[in-house]
């Protein structure tokens, strides 16, 4: 098993922090986002990671990890980046993590252990997390919704209503070879043009609109996502406390 780690993007919405480094190298508690999610890899066992770059990629260089390059990052989205590492995809079961979240090992564990050539991880202890971190959480959610067996039904709709949401997306996805083949076979459908503005979120969506299955996994422990500098301030808080991992 493998890990992909998609950290093309430059996160401009973290405003100066992210002017002279990929947003992966952001501080938190003294350690750079990638190494949290590096370390948690490994703990639960994964030891082969790979990194996507695209920003100011010569600054993610670290040794044990392999690299793919996303050189058109600033005109495409995740789902190119998740193409950079296809050779990976096609051969081996893969996690594929955002590089803007911190998880523990055992949530990378129970993603590994669930059933499913697409499983998705959604977390369902979200709703004190946005209370921190917006003023109005409605306004930064989107719907998440399952059937009785888990199957994925919706996914990254704006909402106006908690009734939509069973759960939040923590861009955390187990591939297996046979999910990609999924994948690449959605991705044939679609022009070069579209395929470079998709996101992971609306991938689901169209895996979901072809009747491919996506599983989910519920998660109800600690996650969080960096979006913004105030996120890292409730975040080094909730450190400063001994309530965080």
């Not at 005109?75 to 296809?86: F, G, H, R």
């Not at 055992?106 to 971190?133: C, D, H, M």
């Not at 009785?148 to 939040?168: A, P």
Request: charge should be neutral; proline fraction near 2%.
């Amino acid at each position: 098993m493998k890990a992909v780690i998609l950290a093309a993007g430059r996160g401009s919405r973290m405003g100066i922090l992210t002017k002279e480094q990929p947003k992966c190298l952001t501080l938190l508690g003294g350690k750079s986002l990638l190494q949290w999610q590096v370390e948690a890899i490994l703990r639960a066992g994964i030891d082969e990671i790979g990194v996507v770059r695209g920003y100011l990629a010569h600054k993610i260089d670290r040794e044990g990890i392999k690299t793919f390059d996303n050189n058109r990052w600033s005109e495409t989205n995740m789902v190119t980046s998740l193409i950079c590492a296809k050779e990976w995809l096609e051969k081996d079961v893969c996690i594929i993590s955002y590089s803007d979240i911190v998880y523990p090992a055992t949530t990378i564990l129970a993603l590994l252990k669930a059933s499913g050539n697409i499983v998705v991880s959604y977390n369902t202890a979200w709703f004190s997390l946005w209370q921190e971190r917006f003023k109005e959480p409605l306004s930064d959610l989107e719907s998440f919704k399952i059937n009785e067996k888990g199957i994925l039904l919706d996914i990254g709709e704006r909402v106006k209503t908690f009734d939509d949401i069973q759960g939040q997306y923590m861009g955390l996805i187990k591939l297996t070879p046979l999910g990609w083949k999924s994948v690449e076979e959605l991705l044939d459908k679609l022009s070069a043009a579209e395929v470079d503005k998709l996101d992971m979120t609306s991938m689901l969506k169209k895996l979901l609109m072809h009747n491919v299955t996506v599983n989910t996994e519920p998660i109800n422990g600690k996650w969080y996502e960096v979006d913004s500098g105030h996120d890292l301030i409730v975040y080094n808080q909730f450190i400063k406390r001994n309530n965080f991992l």
